[in-house]
């Protein structure tokens, strides 16, 4: 199975996060820290999320895939 997620702990001062997952889209990656979900943020290159503000130190970092499957980009 593919790895479509990737997981760090907050330190208050990192903001960029390499992932090591495949996506279609940009707007396939998603972020969730302590399991709430965030938009705060932008893809520094096609593997590196940057977070607006750093999160909290030990903050759950969750940094993942969610493909829409209604409409497949490709099979």
């Not at 760090?8 to 396939?28: H, I, P, R, V, W």
Request: aromatic share 10%; net charge negative; hydrophobic share 40%.
């Amino acid at each position: 199975m593919a790895v479509t997620s990737n997981s760090f702990t907050g330190d208050g001062s990192t903001t960029n996060y390499s992932f090591t997952f495949e996506y279609l889209k940009q707007a396939d990656v998603k972020a969730t820290l302590d399991g709430t979900a965030t938009t705060a943020f932008t893809l520094a290159n096609a593997t590196t999320l940057s977070f607006n503000t750093a999160p909290a130190s030990g903050a759950a970092i969750r940094i993942f895939r969610d493909t829409d499957i209604t409409t497949l980009n490709a099979t």
